[in-house]
């Protein structure tokens, strides 16, 4: 069912743990099937040099979160954000369409992560973003 990249990151997870003083965290959860995801990165000059995850879920959502913190490091912030759930799965050699979801959690801490790490929040949030902005600027 799963590939032996699969097997081989569920077995040992690159990356677990959490970094103390990360420059973004970025959780995901989804109560249906009871994953929830964090992620940690660490940023130097742009480039993600860290990242570390924690995750209670199912064997694909720990494959896909070893995975994606292995295909995030040494990329840069815009290329880390452009990381797909589908690149991630195809990283894996292909997941059962069943365990597709578990990627997106991966790619969604990921990206959490680093919007943290950017300062901007994903859910709603009490500050006014608009201010920042001319309206010319768009």
Do not use: W
Not at 24 to 49: L, P, R, S, W, Y
Not at 99 to 127: F, Q, R, V
């Amino acid at each position: 069912m799963y590939s032996d990249k699969v097997m081989e990151h569920f077995q040992n997870p690159r990356n677990v743990g959490e970094i103390s003083d990360a420059d973004g965290v970025g959780t995901v959860g989804n109560a249906k099937c009871g994953d929830i995801m964090k992620m940690f990165i660490k940023v130097e000059d742009n480039i993600i040099t860290d990242v570390k995850f924690k995750t209670f879920g199912c064997g694909a959502a720990i494959a896909t979160s070893s995975m994606a913190t292995e295909l995030a490091v040494g990329k840069t912030v815009e290329e880390a954000l452009e990381l797909t759930n589908k690149a991630v799965a195809e990283a894996l050699d292909g997941l059962p369409p069943a365990k597709m979801h578990c990627s997106n959690l991966a790619a969604d801490a990921l990206k959490k992560a680093i919007n943290n790490y950017l300062g901007i929040e994903t859910d709603d949030s009490d500050e006014d973003h608009h201010h920042h902005h001319g309206h010319d600027e768009f």
